[in-house]
């Protein structure tokens, strides 16, 4: 593909209406019926909400959108950055207050809302004087919404000019560790993001996309790529129905994290024990609707354990790594890729270097800055463009290796640093534990434990403790002994996590020591 010829998320768009036509774009659910559009719906419908946006609201404003993946959020996003401004994606689980200080500290005056939402808008009315425009995605009585806008409206003449360089979101970090950030992408940052690999998908294939699409790892791997290859997107609409969709729907490339992945690999797992005489093969192709071919994971550390379970059962997997600054992807691998250990291989025109131990970058894809909020933004990036990721690695034969958060580096009092992220990481793939945190606690490395409920069924506390103790003694053989784990902590409840399903670490301790 002629990079020269794409610059902006409207470019995309346009091209794979050019190249895929009639093709079908998405296709979702709509109460019993599925409903389908294709590229060339979509670039019309884009138009509409455009022309909508610059004729009744002007030519300079914010917009803000909320809801899960739809057709109908897809069109809102699209439309109104290709008036030349941006959007701001926001976190579906946000509560009300969040929402408003999110809306207030991204200037917004216009928002795009599901109506599952409407519950809230008299309070954010009440709240966020500034936000001028309320626009429900579905038809709503007595509301203009975005799907009465392209039912009704006509397309623009024309569009106002849009370069690589300017604004197209704003996306709010998740705050692992602290308050959110407004990542600030310009339509170049997303387009090389979405250019900067080749050979990832064809107009035959057909993807699900089950992750928040506020998170650019969703918005640049499925949409944007479904884009860029004429890949057929389905809608998931709700994760407690990843099940039946898969089947419904039948993909042949799914976007998972880890988490998803591991839980998704542990039913298989269950149901093959259940019915041994049904090869595990069969079990897994069923699970995932009879025609997949191969699982992307990111957002997180991916155990060696689940990625060998999957080719174990006929399905290859693919990792990248990447972060909201870099649009998101640093690395990126292909199902034929026999690498191990790594998080995939450098993405073309991504420079990556080591200093002190912390991954270094610098790409077409890193952001222009936190949006106002120019102190964050000097302390990660450079005035040359090198981005501080955080995060400790290294690189051999450009592969990056990921070994932990320097943030959340333990520095003991013998002066060691221990990263909790690489103790945390031998946990992975053990059926007895289902989440996992390490911490230093008075001096000594701790580990705090949430068990699987379904592991171990209807055992005792003591029961749990002994098998738990045992484990912990296996993986201390495993490290060195900085690293070894001295205090154990049993949780009786999940720990606190992000919308992404990433721990929460600035939590309260929880559990009794054993």
């Known amino acids: ?21 009639d093709g079908i774009f998405l296709k979702e659910k709509s109460g019993k019926d599925i409903v389908e559009k294709t590229f060339n719906n979509f ?27 739809s057709y109908a959020y897809l069109v809102s996003y699209f439309g109104s950055v290709s008036t030349d401004n941006p959007i701001v994606p926001l976190d579906a689980q946000l509560p009300c207050p969040d929402l408003c200080e999110l809306l207030q500290r991204a200037d917004i005056s216009v928002f795009f809302y599901d109506t599952k939402y409407t519950p809230m808008i008299d309070a954010i009315k009440a709240n966020c004087p500034d936000v001028k425009y309320y626009i429900p995605l579905q038809e709503t009585e007595g509301s203009v919404s975005t799907e009465k806008i392209v039912s009704e409206y006509s397309e623009a003449e024309t569009l106002p000019e849009i370069n690589e360089d300017d604004l197209a979101a704003i996306v709010y970090t998740s705050g692992t560790t602290g308050k959110s950030k407004g990542v600030m992408l310009t339509h170049g940052n997303l387009i090389d993001n979405t250019m900067c690999c080749e050979n990832e998908s064809t107009p035959e294939e057909t993807t699900m996309t089950v992750l928040p699409i506020h998170h650019v ?26 099940a039946m969709n898969l089947k419904l729907f039948q993909p042949t490339i799914i976007l998972l994290v880890p988490m998803i992945a ?10 093959s024990a259940a019915k041994p005489e049904i090869p595990p093969q069969m079990i897994a192709q069923a699970v995932f609707g009879g025609r997949l ?27 990248g790594y990447g972060m909201t600054e870099c649009s998101p992807r640093i690395t990126s691998s292909l199902f034929t890729d026999e690498s191990f ?74 002066g060691e640093n221990v990263s909790p992220e690489e103790i945390e990481n031998k946990f992975a793939g053990k059926d007895m534990i289902a989440e996992v945190m390490v911490y230093a606690e008075d001096g000594f490395i701790t580990a705090e434990i949430f068990p699987s409920a379904e592991y171990f069924g209807g055992k005792s506390a003591d029961e749990i403790k002994a098998e738990i103790s045992e484990l912990i003694k296996m993986i201390n053989t495993t490290v060195t ?14 720990f606190d996590k992000t919308t992404s399903k990433k721990i929460k670490r600035q939590q309260t301790k929880q559990g009794d020591l054993i």
Not at 1 to 19: C, F, G, P, Q, S
Not at 217 to 242: A, K, P
Not at 262 to 271: R, V, Y
């Open 1 to 21: 593909m002629n990079k020269t010829n794409v610059k902006t998320l409207r470019d995309l768009y346009e091209r794979a209406a050019t190249l895929y036509g």
């Open 43 to 69: 670039k019309s419908d884009c138009h509409k909400l455009a022309n909508y946006l610059l004729t009744e609201i002007g030519e300079k404003f914010h917009a803000a959108v909320i809801g899960p993946t």
């Open 217 to 242: 790892y969703c918005f640049t791997c499925d949409i944007l790529l479904g884009l860029r290859y004429g890949t057929t997107i389905c809608v998931n609409d709700s994760i407690m129905r990843i």
């Open 262 to 271: 591991e839980t998704i690999l542990k039913q298989i797992k269950a149901a």
């Open 293 to 319: 071919k191969g699982i992307y994971s990111g957002g997180a550390y991916l155990a060696p354990e689940i990625l060998n379970g999957y080719k174990e059962l006929g399905i290859p997997m693919s990792q």
């Open 341 to 414: 250990g790594d998080v995939g291989t450098i993405v073309k025109g991504c420079e990556v270097k080591i200093e002190d131990g912390e991954i270094v970058v610098k790409s077409p894809s890193v952001m222009k800055g936190y949006y106002k909020d120019p102190d964050a933004t000097a302390e990660v990036l450079s005035a040359d463009g090198w981005l501080h990721t955080g995060d400790l690695g290294y690189v051999e034969n450009n592969h990056v290796f990921i070994t932990g958060r320097k943030k959340n580096l333990i520095i003991l009092s013998n």
């Open 481 to 494: 002994s900085a690293k070894t784990i001295r205090k154990i902590r049993i949780r009786n409840e999940e």
